[in-house]
């Protein structure tokens, strides 16, 4: 009985799952595809040609998009990952405002935030540039990264990198065989966080890049109030493939070995 | 083999005193145990003797060398912690070698002494398990392992044995004894339990609140406490007011005679103090320091009877043979022995 609850369920999560992508999935091949019509009445792989000709810009937003992805990923973790650790394993004052701070980006909508600092970088002469962009997604994908992390290492503690320190490991050797393998799934799922936050911005990316920075996001929307459902039906698959590519390669990790410091359990 | 010197050694947190002015000397080879109840300050000492943590002032000294500048990794004291006790990610193997690893010896040699530490504390073969493949008990050798195979200077361990079950906690026991005199390694460990630092320590430093209350030899804890507050954590209640004048104690029991070699306070206000199982419950009123008490309760514990007697009004317990019976509120003798008779400060 058990059994069969626990197949219906999966096979409803996947139903659930891929059920919006399916129709891209058709419509990126059709050409006439009316109502009441359960399948297109022309098939076409159009669409798919229009994505990968320059004339779309599909290719350089995605380049563009897998770029700025990566480095906010990095610079994420170079900025989250200490600050987590901070607040997660010391007491200091003004612990609670910073907390809150963090919080902030994820209450207060994107586009509040992106205004007021628009002015700051227009003054710095960030706007219209590559690291501008990646700044600027910085500031929703922090929180998570170090909401994220500071899970972690509360669970972690420090007991195991003191006991790696009196049997003679100095700071960076500490790091790299105690620290770094016992976060690295957690860390995985906030990285994975981080770049599919940064892949999805639209507004911070249009304000900040001022139209010079083409990502996916910005090639896919016109489409969408547009009329070429087809068009945007591919595009938008472009658009899907990686987080569901990301999603995929990290649980495959994360189910190999039990994520014991992730405060997840197995995902 | 390390001759450990603790000098006048502090440690304030904000305007709390954990460790103050603490002065311990712990000889070669060495077990001592750090005895107090939680936040006495005993494992604030230990990690400062690792130096993971600072001291306000004083200092720790390893063979007359000062340790405070030198780093953890290059002291040589090694922790071993009750929690999270072996590095998850790495092989049974891998983390007893890890200390090696750090040494940078050479890969046979690790393997070489890693198979050897590990049929020291019974584990041979486990080498190429995972952590979480062990029971809790099994961990915990791995840990002492993983301690000893480097030939620590110091070892310190927290609370080694206080997540093991009761049957676990004495064979732990009885190996880490083993293995400390076969060895000769300076040990401290931390434990709040009275009964775990007797059996396993040559000397215990008793704390509370941050300040060394006593540090003697198991024995004298029972025979000699410093204070009230020693003996009664050592689990001696029985007190009776009195004066002492010589080699004598007026109590208002009458006259109790002590023993020359028991007189360690000053004439003058004293409390008196027998362990309850040194108290003698004698048929009739007989020669030397008999006093007449009134039952007031008593439990049989198996082994023996558990007798709370009303001593001029001082409850005082008293462990008498398992086949003792009296009726309660009856009257009987007891006799305080001269050579059991200790006497502690007022204050």
Redesign the interface.
């Known amino acids: 009985m058990q059994k069969i609850i626990r197949w219906v369920t999966m096979v409803l999560i996947v139903i659930v799952a891929l059920a919006p992508i399916l129709p891209q999935f058709v419509w990126s091949f059709s050409h006439r595809w009316l109502f009441p019509s359960l399948l297109p009445s022309e098939w076409s792989i159009e669409p798919w040609e229009y994505v990968l000709s320059p004339s779309s810009r599909v290719g350089e937003g995605f380049a563009n998009s897998l770029s700025i992805a990566v480095v906010v990923s990095v610079l994420s973790i170079l900025v989250g990952l200490p600050a987590a650790r901070a607040l997660a394993l010391h007491q200091f004052r003004g612990k609670v405002v910073i907390e809150w701070l963090l919080m902030v980006p994820i209450i207060v909508p994107g586009i509040v935030a992106t205004m007021g600092i628009h002015q700051v970088f227009i003054r710095l002469h960030l706007t219209d540039s590559f690291i501008g962009v990646c700044l600027v997604h910085l500031i929703p994908c922090i929180p998570y990264m170090v909401l994220v992390m500071s899970s972690v290492f509360a669970n972690y503690g420090t007991e195991l990198e003191d006991t790696a320190r009196t049997l003679g490991a100095g700071p960076f050797a500490v790091f790299r065989f105690v620290t770094l393998p016992g976060i690295f799934s957690g860390l995985l799922v906030a990285t994975m966080f981080t770049f599919l936050i940064s892949w999805g911005q639209y507004i911070t990316t249009l304000l900040i890049g001022g139209g010079t920075i083409i990502t996916l996001p910005m090639v896919l929307f016109p489409f969408i109030s547009g009329t070429n459902y087809s068009n945007a039906a591919a595009i938008s698959l472009v658009f899907v493939a990686p987080a569901v590519l990301v999603l995929i390669l990290t649980s495959r990790q994360l189910g190999r070995e039990s994520a014991v410091m992730g405060g997840f359990g197995k995902l | 083999m390390t001759h450990v010197i603790l000098r006048d050694l502090t440690r304030r947190f904000g305007g709390v005193t954990a460790v103050d002015r603490l002065n311990l000397e712990i000889k070669s080879g060495e077990l001592v145990a750090f005895l107090g109840p939680s936040g006495c300050g005993k494992t604030t000492t230990l990690r400062m003797m ?3 943590l600072l001291p306000t002032s004083g200092d720790v000294l390893f063979d007359n060398k000062s340790m405070v500048t030198v ?11 009750q ?2 006790l072996l ?4 092989t049974i193997g891998q983390n007893v070698g ?2 090696l690893r ?2 940078g010896v050479h890969k046979r040699e690790i393997e070489r002494r890693v198979d050897e530490m590990l049929e020291l504390v019974k584990l041979p073969g486990f080498a190429p398990r995972k952590a ?1 493949e062990l029971s809790g008990g099994q961990q915990q050798r791995v ?1 002492l392992a ?2 000893l195979v ?1 030939h620590p200077k110091v070892l ?1 361990l927290d609370e080694p044995l206080a997540n093991l079950d009761a049957n676990l906690r004495l064979e732990m026991r009885e190996l880490i004894r083993s293995i400390q005199r076969e060895l000769s390694i300076t040990t401290v460990f931390v434990t709040h339990d009275q009964e775990e630092a007797v059996m396993l320590a040559d000397r215990i430093a008793l704390m509370f609140d941050g300040l060394l209350q006593q540090y003697a030899q198991p024995q004298d804890f029972y025979q000699r406490p410093s204070s009230v507050r020693v003996a009664h954590f050592f689990r001696n209640d029985n007190l009776l007011s009195g004066t002492r004048r010589g080699a004598e104690v007026e109590t208002p029991l009458g006259t109790l005679q002590i023993d020359p070699s028991r007189m360690q306070q000053p004439d003058g206000k004293v409390l008196v103090t027998v362990r309850p199982e040194d108290v003698q419950l004698v048929p009739n009123p007989a020669e030397g320091n008999c006093v007449e008490a009134k039952v007031l309760l008593q439990v049989y514990m198996g082994t023996h009877t558990q007798v709370q007697l009303d001593l001029a009004g001082h409850t005082w317990m008293v462990h008498s043979p398992a086949h003792f019976q009296a009726q309660v509120g009856q009257t009987i003798t007891v006799q305080l022995p001269a050579s059991s008779i200790w006497l502690l400060p007022t204050s």
């Open positions: 690792t130096g993971l780093p953890t990794e290059k002291r040589g004291a090694v922790m071993v912690f929690k999270h590095f998850p990610t790495m890890f200390g750090m040494q979480h840990a993983r301690a480097v310190l």
